[in-house]
């Protein structure tokens, strides 16, 4: 199934950035760089899920960075991120990885984990796995930035109507396993995390949130 679904981003990378700003205009964008300078100077900084390379590129002209680890299902979209940022004076310090959430374990003492956009791939029985195996590469007071939708805000109304759209598309065309919003968040904070900051966008359908981890 993980083979299918990487096929699937690899036919819409090329048109995935548009697609979203069609539907949300720069909102998702905005969501997801919200907080990058949050970021300390000198981290070890994981992005799974990172998509075609523009958020790469925010974080290296924005953070001076150690190590970027930018780990993606899809081939197609590591391939324009290698476009977008092979010519970045930090990019020597950025290593571009074709996996997934199974080949994450080798990783470990990350100060700052991104996800944008990824956790709402997961279903249920699966998302509890992925926020541990997650939790576990971070050090300890390491910091993660979820961006993602909100799991409460979109239950009701024309919120329900576009997740539901959005559901139907991806399954479609990426086979995605997941069929419904679950409450991200409140996965993590059942765990050894609590939230420091949260700003929400697009008629609070989207959320940025940093989380901490305790120990």
Known sequence: HLKKVSKGFDN???????????????????????FI??????????IIGGGTGWLLAEVLNQIQIKEVIYIDASQKMLDLTYQKNNKHPQFSKVKLVHGTE???????????????????????????IVIQELSKILKKEGKWLLVD????????GIANF???????????TCSIPAKKLED????????????????????????????????
């Open 12 to 34: 819409v990378a090329k048109f995935y950035d548009l697609l979203a700003f069609m539907v949300f205009g720069n909102q998702l964008r905005k969501a997801q760089i919200y």
């Open 184 to 215: 991200f968040e409140n996965h993590i904070l059942k765990t050894n995390w609590k939230r420091e900051k949260a700003n929400y966008f697009y008629f609070n359908m989207v959320k940025a949130v940093i989380l901490k981890k305790l120990f």
């Open 102 to 128: 199974k080949n994450i374990k080798q990783y470990s003492q990350i100060d700052f984990l991104i996800t944008p956009f990824i956790l709402d791939v997961f279903t249920p029985t699966d998302l509890p």
């Open 37 to 46: 300078k949050e970021i300390p100077s000198d981290s070890i900084i994981f």
């Open 162 to 172: 576009f997740v539901q759209l959005m559901y139907w598309f991806f399954t479609l």
């Open 149 to 156: 939708f909100d799991g409460q805000q979109t239950k009701k």
